[in-house]
């Protein structure tokens, strides 16, 4: 990608000069367009419904891809979609607004979802799991009638991070967000390009591009969510140890399943001396393990 010219999207107008702009900006379409590839995203000519929460995360999304697809990377129809969920005080037009100045084709949606998350939800509760299978189910509804192979979500690095250690303190499995799923119905890709970037980078991003950021009242209104311990947990780390969080990413992409527990992902009980074990000594085992 060549970073010489003006000719840029317009979602990129009025960015900021400094050459330490220029790098993140550099970084994040690197990123993006690495985890477009390396996970096989790309149909050509195929049609994607970007997600917008407006939220740092989906505006760097958004304009990651069209500098992409803006320089002839990504050769996709990309149509830009926000859920309005009812949630009081949600300011309904300032996305509308901002994707008509930028020339991005948008569709905008309103079900109030909110009302039914507030009724079922109990008092006390998290939101978070209704209020995303309410939101998902309707983006699938909204992708199948705009003839979109996939639905595009602007879930960073640190979210499947921090995803993959709820799995593992509360849910007792080893899994994460993956960058592209089939979804249960198998007519639909779900895609997640800004799988390699860092949340800390969309957030410088957004906030020099000055985007019109909306925030997410109803679960940023809840104390002690899980999630938001994690994040301080890994923030706690990243600061003792510079680099953690990205060397457990990396993990994730370096499984060893004959060195974990499942049978069902690796035959314990047919191996074979003569066949020679992948190693005696898992890594990071204590002596005399």
Not at 53 to 81: I, M, Q
Not at 135 to 147: F, H, M, V
Not at 235 to 259: C, I, Y
Request: with cysteine; net charge neutral; proline share 7%.
């Amino acid at each position: 990608m060549s970073d010489e010219t003006d000719d840029i999207h317009p979602l990129f107008h009025g960015a900021p000069s400094t050459t330490e702009f220029k790098k993140l900006r550099k970084r994040i379409i690197r990123d993006t367009r690495e985890a477009i590839e390396q996970y096989g995203m790309i149909e050509r000519g195929a049609r994607w419904l970007v997600c917008l929460s407006g939220g740092k995360d989906s505006y760097t999304l958004l304009a990651a891809l069209y500098e992409l697809k803006w320089r002839g990377l990504l050769p996709v129809e990309l149509l830009a979609c926000n859920l309005d969920q009812g949630q009081p005080g949600f300011p309904a037009t300032v996305l509308p607004a901002f994707l008509e100045r930028m020339g991005v084709p948008h569709r905008i949606e309103y079900q109030d979802t909110y009302s039914i998350v507030m009724d079922k939800v109990p008092q006390g509760r998290t939101y978070c799991a209704l209020c995303s299978r309410l939101r998902r189910g309707n983006l699938y509804r909204i992708a199948r009638e705009e003839g979109c192979s996939a639905v595009v979500l602007g879930h960073h690095r640190d979210d499947i991070l921090e995803t993959f250690l709820l799995n593992l303190f509360h849910g007792g499995r080893l899994a994460t967000m993956p960058p592209k799923l089939v979804n249960e119905e198998g007519d639909l890709f779900v895609y997640r390009p800004l799988a390699h970037v860092a949340e800390a980078d969309c957030a410088r991003f957004a906030r020099a591009m000055d985007y019109p950021i909306i925030p997410c009242d109803l679960c940023g209104s809840q104390d002690g969510l899980q999630r938001m311990q994690v994040k301080a947990m890994l923030d706690q780390w990243e600061t003792n140890h510079p680099g953690r969080r990205q060397k457990m990413f990396r993990a994730l992409m370096h499984v060893r399943p004959s060195h974990l527990l499942d049978p069902t992902l690796f035959d314990f009980a047919g191996l074979l001396r003569e066949t020679g074990a992948p190693s005696d000594i898992a890594p990071g085992e204590p002596p005399g393990g």
